[in-house]
């Protein structure tokens, strides 16, 4: 059987055929999307972690049992899973441990550019590196024999290149295998005491010799151009792993140039590669991100083509292919966009012709279009806030980061999850008393419960003067609404931090301005450390495409045109110029939000449903806080219905 | 078939995207597909390279290679202009999003006439998808510009509209997306595109 899917959905394809058990993830960039495939397939139980070691421990749990597990991260979370990422492969498993790393050479999404296999190198784990999306479903399903045979974690790395892809992929049946579950014993293997460690290190060790000359790696290695065949030594032969084969198959074409694909990138098959070394005058390593597999061939005494042009910064172009010791090879890549020929198309289409050239002027440029908060974004008025006192803020990873866009300015730095807390305690130990009311810490509920708990227990126990806020919406947005950990109520928020022992802390409404403003004045000035959870909703949890509720509109008698309604950057504001006057209107992206009617110095901006047609009334009506009596009456069941309803017929 | 779709976030680019895939795969051996994502939801740009044929192994596109480019927003056209070659076939939505540099747009939103120029200077041959006026008309939103592309580019596939129907019988279960499919089915026909170029002109 064979369909179209994408990378992520192959690889949950993969897995299910390899007849795991369990699939356990911390959502993040290319690879959130395997956990949506998984969750497809009843008999895997699939389980958002709070961060990536948690995890990691879960599927230990899970392997050490005799279950298969997969596990997904990106590359920036097997970090945060290091500890136990490591010692894993030193208990070894019962049932095969699969972990899928997303990697991000280019950074589309991602704090950095690092290549997970050179941390599975120092880990001694096992790499396969997939270059098709056939071989990300294959290498998935084969990950968990090998882990099993050889009592080792396997790593299944891909990129974003392989995740966003989709291609027609040809697939099996499920193995139906039964399982001996049990707890692990013995303790020699399972329990790492110093006097067991030098031991299982040892085994680790072996067990890696023994995958190295393995049929399984051997097997995993393809030669396209068999350089024994032929007598003669070629003069140059390819090297290469993962998604670059594909570009090399491309540039070499039909021609008589030996390539060999690792499908294993660590540890390579020494007995093949030196036999394909062999057959080459020069043998020329081609890989993204860094020279993990180049090291590993010349470690086997190999010499290997120089690749002057190669950093591993980027996403891989055609550049990055070229060796100047050899011009033969790099005379291919630069034919590359030569030879592409595409098929004929018919397309019979009327055409429209070019509009007259005189009329217009020279080339036009193209802007980039930088990332925004969404329509209704509970984010949007504490950046506003913040942004209006100037103050320097920490930030952390999460949507929040797009509080550092224009018209807000208001975040200036991040490292990584959970680090805006630890990082401002280190600029107030150095500065003034004054520092702690020009600087916060900013931090999501996700990324809060992902590593921000820790630095938050430093700060209480240390006494620290700070103002942190935490910015809860109740799921993981930025990864597309994943619930990683449970959502909190208002209440509950208190009782944690009271039981935290936070000297000073509040809720406030995140789409409150005024309260807001007040309270973050109230903690700027403070000598405590306090903490204020600014509550909202995300609203990619709302039904943003159906019906919108309690839409917003600006009445054009009482518009005076200021823009300070601009100020809020909602995309559902439109400003439109005629005659050289500004005007402005809410569009149907608008959510009801409010947050822009509470920044309208004439109160101009209303819902529609007090819109009426006499000025007088709908001036008065204009007075009241609407966006406060909208949310008493949705948090009443009985009412909401009623007024959904309402809205829903009126509009 | 080299083909380059490019749009905002939210707009349906990823759906469309699967969709000219599935019909690409009823036409060619191999078809392969690769998206730009990230935080390109928010408002950001996003595209598509699709590349169907016999020996295709990557779905990258370089330059001068697209055959067919579609672009949901009319800016977002010249993303890439490189990609454009003679006689690549530009299906642009006269849509005109101006959130450069904000959402409000600081920055100059060029005129759509400039964009067409620069196309056609580039090499391309334009059609329009009057998608501004299909909105004022028929009450469509923003994102059934996607719908709106997808039956357009099927049919410079050379499939029928009783094609789509079976293939995606979800795009007409709901009367506006339906209406979109129909409306960009027969915008393709040499009445629109004569009306299409007059209201450029």
């Given at each position: 059987?064979?369909?179209?899917?994408?990378?992520?959905?192959?690889i949950a394809r993969g897995a299910w055929e390899g007849g795991v058990d369990v699939v356990t993830?911390?959502?993040?960039?290319?690879?959130?999307?395997?956990?949506?495939?998984a969750?497809?397939f009843k008999e895997i139980r699939c389980?958002?972690?709070?961060?990536?070691?948690?995890?990691?421990?879960?599927a230990?749990g899970v392997a050490h049992g005799g279950g298969r597990v997969l596990t997904?991260?990106?590359?920036?979370?097997?970090?945060?899973?290091?500890?136990?990422?490591?010692?894993?492969?030193?208990?070894g498993v019962e049932g095969g441990l699969v972990?899928?790393?997303?990697?991000?050479?280019?950074?589309?999404?991602?704090?950095?550019?690092?290549?997970?296999?050179?941390?599975?190198?120092?880990?001694?784990?096992?790499?396969?590196?997939?270059?098709?999306?056939?071989?990300?479903y294959l290498f998935t399903k084969l990950a968990f024999e090998i882990s099993e045979a050889f009592d080792v974690p396997v790593?299944v790395?891909?990129?974003?290149?392989?995740?966003?892809?989709?291609?027609?992929?040809?697939t099996g049946t499920r193995q139906k295998k039964n399982r001996r579950l049990g707890f692990a014993?013995?303790?020699?293997?399972?329990?790492?005491?110093?006097?067991?460690?030098?031991?299982?290190?040892?085994?680790?060790?072996?067990?890696?010799?023994?995958?190295?000359?393995?049929?399984w790696?051997?097997?995993?290695?393809?030669?396209?151009?068999?350089?024994?065949?032929?007598?003669?030594?070629?003069?140059?032969?390819?090297?290469?792993?993962?998604?670059?084969?594909?570009?090399?198959?491309?540039?070499?074409?039909?021609?008589?140039?030996?390539?060999?694909?690792?499908?294993?990138?660590?540890?390579?098959?020494?007995?093949?590669?030196?036999?394909?070394?062999?057959?080459?005058?020069?043998?020329?390593?081609?890989?993204?991100?860094?020279?993990?597999?180049?090291?590993?061939?010349?470690?086997?005494?190999?010499?290997?083509?120089?690749?002057?042009?190669?950093?591993?910064?980027?996403?891989?172009?055609?550049?990055?292919?070229?060796?100047?010791?050899?011009?033969?090879?790099?005379?291919?890549?630069?034919?590359?966009?030569?030879?592409?020929?595409?098929?004929?198309?018919?397309?019979?289409?009327?055409?429209?012709?070019?509009?007259?050239?005189?009329?217009?002027?020279?080339?036009?440029?193209?802007?980039?279009?930088?990332?925004?908060?969404?329509?209704?974004?509970?984010?949007?008025?504490?950046?506003?806030?913040?942004?209006?006192?100037?103050?320097?803020?920490?930030?952390?990873?999460?949507?929040?980061?797009?509080?550092?866009?224009?018209?807000?300015?208001?975040?200036?730095?991040?490292?990584?999850?959970?680090?805006?807390?630890?990082?401002?305690?280190?600029?107030?130990?150095?500065?003034?008393?004054?520092?702690?009311?020009?600087?916060?810490?900013?931090?999501?509920?996700?990324?809060?419960?992902?590593?921000?708990?820790?630095?938050?227990?430093?700060?209480?126990?240390?006494?620290?003067?700070?103002?942190?806020?935490?910015?809860?919406?109740?799921?993981?947005?930025?990864?597309?609404?994943?619930?990683?950990?449970?959502?909190?109520?208002?209440?509950?928020?208190?009782?944690?931090?009271?039981?935290?022992?936070?000297?000073?802390?509040?809720?406030?409404?995140?789409?409150?301005?005024?309260?807001?403003?007040?309270?973050?004045?109230?903690?700027?000035?403070?000598?405590?450390?306090?903490?204020?959870?600014?509550?909202?909703?995300?609203?990619?949890?709302?039904?943003?495409?159906?019906?919108?509720?309690?839409?917003?509109?600006?009445?054009?008698?009482?518009?005076?045109?200021?823009?300070?309604?601009?100020?809020?950057?909602?995309?559902?504001?439109?400003?439109?110029?005629?005659?050289?006057?500004?005007?402005?209107?809410?569009?149907?992206?608008?959510?009801?939000?409010?947050?822009?009617?509470?920044?309208?110095?004439?109160?101009?901006?209303?819902?529609?449903?007090?819109?009426?047609?006499?000025?007088?009334?709908?001036?008065?009506?204009?007075?009241?806080?609407?966006?406060?009596?909208?949310?008493?009456?949705?948090?009443?069941?009985?009412?909401?219905?009623?007024?959904?309803?309402?809205?829903?017929?009126?509009? | 078939?080299?083909?380059?779709?490019?749009?905002?976030?939210?707009?349906?680019?990823?759906?469309?995207?699967?969709?000219?895939?599935?019909?690409?795969?009823?036409?060619?051996?191999?078809?392969?597909?690769?998206?730009?994502?990230?935080?390109?939801?928010?408002?950001?740009?996003?595209?598509?390279?699709?590349?169907?044929?016999?020996?295709?192994?990557?779905?990258?596109?370089?330059?001068?290679?697209?055959?067919?480019?579609?672009?949901?927003?009319?800016?977002?056209?010249?993303?890439?202009?490189?990609?454009?070659?003679?006689?690549?076939?530009?299906?642009?939505?006269?849509?005109?999003?101006?959130?450069?540099?904000?959402?409000?747009?600081?920055?100059?939103?060029?005129?759509?006439?400039?964009?067409?120029?620069?196309?056609?200077?580039?090499?391309?041959?334009?059609?329009?998808?009057?998608?501004?006026?299909?909105?004022?008309?028929?009450?469509?939103?923003?994102?059934?510009?996607?719908?709106?592309?997808?039956?357009?580019?099927?049919?410079?596939?050379?499939?029928?509209?009783?094609?789509?129907?079976?293939?995606?019988?979800?795009?007409?279960?709901?009367?506006?997306?339906?209406?979109?499919?129909?409306?960009?089915?027969?915008?393709?026909?040499?009445?629109?595109?004569?009306?299409?170029?007059?209201?450029?002109?």
């Amino acid at each position: 059987m064979s369909s179209f899917m994408s990378g992520c959905e192959a690889i949950a394809r993969g897995a299910w055929e390899g007849g795991v058990d369990v699939v356990t993830s911390y959502p993040g960039s290319p690879v959130t999307d395997i956990v949506g495939a998984a969750k497809r397939f009843k008999e895997i139980r699939c389980q958002w972690a709070v961060n990536e070691k948690v995890a990691m421990e879960m599927a230990a749990g899970v392997a050490h049992g005799g279950g298969r597990v997969l596990t997904v991260m990106k590359h920036v979370g097997l970090n945060v899973a290091a500890d136990p990422f490591f010692n894993l492969a030193y208990t070894g498993v019962e049932g095969g441990l699969v972990v899928v790393v997303g990697d991000d050479p280019g950074a589309r999404s991602s704090q950095n550019e690092q290549d997970s296999r050179l941390l599975a190198i120092a880990a001694n784990i096992p790499v396969l590196e997939p270059a098709s999306l056939q071989e990300a479903y294959l290498f998935t399903k084969l990950a968990f024999e090998i882990s099993e045979a050889f009592d080792v974690p396997v790593i299944v790395r891909v990129t974003a290149q392989h995740c966003y892809s989709s291609d027609r992929v040809v697939t099996g049946t499920r193995q139906k295998k039964n399982r001996r579950l049990g707890f692990a014993g013995p303790i020699q293997k399972y329990l790492l005491l110093p006097d067991f460690v030098v031991n299982r290190h040892q085994q680790l060790v072996n067990n890696l010799k023994l995958l190295a000359s393995s049929d399984w790696n051997r097997w995993l290695v393809d030669v396209s151009e068999h350089p024994c065949d032929t007598g003669n030594k070629f003069p140059y032969g390819i090297i290469c792993s993962g998604y670059i084969y594909n570009m090399v198959c491309e540039v070499v074409g039909g021609l008589n140039v030996p390539v060999m694909k690792l499908g294993m990138a660590f540890p390579i098959h020494d007995e093949a590669v030196r036999e394909f070394a062999d057959c080459c005058e020069k043998v020329l390593v081609l890989e993204e991100s860094s020279r993990a597999i180049e090291q590993q061939v010349r470690q086997l005494g190999i010499n290997t083509a120089g690749r002057a042009h190669f950093d591993g910064v980027g996403e891989l172009q055609l550049n990055d292919l070229l060796s100047d010791d050899i011009p033969a090879w790099n005379q291919l890549v630069h034919n590359q966009n030569k030879k592409r020929s595409a098929p004929e198309l018919f397309i019979p289409v009327q055409y429209i012709e070019a509009v007259d050239e005189c009329s217009l002027t020279a080339q036009i440029s193209v802007p980039k279009r930088p990332a925004g908060f969404c329509a209704g974004c509970s984010h949007s008025p504490i950046f506003h806030q913040l942004g209006l006192r100037k103050i320097y803020v920490v930030g952390d990873i999460g949507c929040y980061t797009l509080g550092a866009t224009e018209p807000f300015s208001a975040l200036h730095a991040n490292l990584c999850m959970g680090a805006s807390i630890g990082i401002l305690q280190g600029y107030l130990a150095i500065m003034d008393a004054d520092a702690r009311k020009k600087a916060v810490a900013v931090i999501g509920d996700s990324t809060f419960f992902h590593s921000g708990i820790p630095p938050l227990l430093t700060a209480i126990n240390s006494g620290v003067a700070a103002t942190i806020l935490i910015l809860d919406n109740s799921r993981s947005a930025m990864t597309g609404y994943q619930d990683t950990y449970p959502s909190y109520s208002r209440d509950e928020w208190l009782k944690l931090l009271e039981g935290f022992r936070v000297p000073e802390f509040a809720v406030v409404d995140a789409l409150d301005v005024a309260a807001l403003s007040i309270q973050l004045d109230t903690f700027l000035n403070s000598e405590k450390l306090s903490v204020m959870v600014v509550k909202g909703d995300c609203v990619q949890g709302m039904p943003r495409k159906g019906p919108t509720n309690y839409r917003y509109t600006i009445r054009e008698d009482m518009c005076t045109s200021c823009g300070k309604c601009i100020e809020t950057d909602c995309p559902s504001i439109v400003k439109n110029l005629l005659d050289g006057k500004a005007s402005f209107e809410i569009t149907n992206e608008c959510i009801g939000c409010g947050f822009c009617s509470q920044t309208c110095p004439e109160n101009a901006i209303i819902p529609m449903s007090v819109n009426f047609e006499s000025p007088l009334v709908t001036k008065t009506l204009a007075k009241v806080p609407w966006h406060r009596v909208i949310k008493f009456l949705r948090s009443k069941p009985a009412m909401r219905g009623i007024l959904e309803r309402f809205e829903r017929e009126q509009y | 078939m080299e083909m380059y779709i490019s749009g905002l976030g939210g707009l349906g680019l990823i759906n469309l995207t699967k969709k000219v895939c599935f019909l690409l795969g009823q036409k060619y051996p191999r078809v392969l597909s690769s998206e730009s994502r990230g935080i390109a939801q928010r408002r950001g740009s996003v595209s598509a390279c699709v590349r169907a044929g016999e020996n295709v192994f990557t779905p990258q596109l370089y330059a001068n290679q697209a055959d067919v480019i579609v672009a949901l927003e009319a800016l977002e056209a010249l993303r890439q202009p490189k990609l454009i070659k003679s006689g690549t076939v530009c299906i642009v939505s006269d849509m005109c999003v101006n959130n450069l540099g904000g959402a409000q747009g600081a920055l100059r939103y060029p005129d759509f006439k400039e964009i067409v120029y620069t196309i056609s200077r580039l090499g391309g041959k334009v059609l329009v998808i009057p998608y501004a006026a299909m909105m004022q008309k028929d009450a469509l939103l923003k994102v059934h510009i996607s719908s709106v592309c997808l039956a357009v580019t099927a049919r410079l596939l050379g499939f029928s509209l009783q094609e789509l129907q079976t293939f995606f019988p979800e795009l007409f279960t709901d009367a506006k997306n339906a209406l979109a499919m129909h409306q960009g089915y027969e915008l393709f026909s040499f009445e629109m595109a004569v009306e299409a170029e007059r209201q450029v002109a």
